[in-house]
Nanobody
């Protein structure tokens, strides 16, 4: 099992940047495919970005492609989400998630472990 804790959220103006971090503890971090999801009020949780076990493969939702960058540091048991050119529609609770199967998935139910979530608010 792995425990996930997000940090780095907050309030930012449109056009600004934030970097989210997700620290993992428990089982070997490098065995997990990692993802970031978000959930806005009244909406379903949606995939944002994913990264393979060794960081060699990255995947993005169309809505964030070119603005967000996912990365990981297996030595620090941490995955990051660098968010640039933020828009008000990026406002949501952001979740870090871990998937035991090694392949990409953008489906919520295919992730095994979740963080508690962190608020990101982008003002216009």
């Amino acid at each position: 099992q792995v425990q996930l804790v997000e940090s780095g959220g907050g309030l930012v103006q449109a056009g600004g940047s934030l970097r989210l971090s997700c620290a993992a503890s428990g089982r070997t971090f490098s065995r997990y495919f990692m993802g970031w999801f978000r959930q806005a009020p009244g909406k379903e949780r949606e995939f944002v970005a994913g990264i393979s076990r060794n960081g060699g493969g990255t995947y993005y939702a169309d809505s964030v492609k070119g603005r967000f960058t996912i990365s990981r540091d297996n030595a620090k048991n941490t995955v990051y989400l660098q968010m640039n050119s933020l828009k008000p529609e990026d406002t949501a609770v952001y979740y870090c998630a871990a998937r035991e199967r090694p392949y990409y998935s953008g489906r919520v139910y295919e992730y095994d472990y979740w963080g508690q979530g962190i608020q990101v608010t982008v003002s216009s």
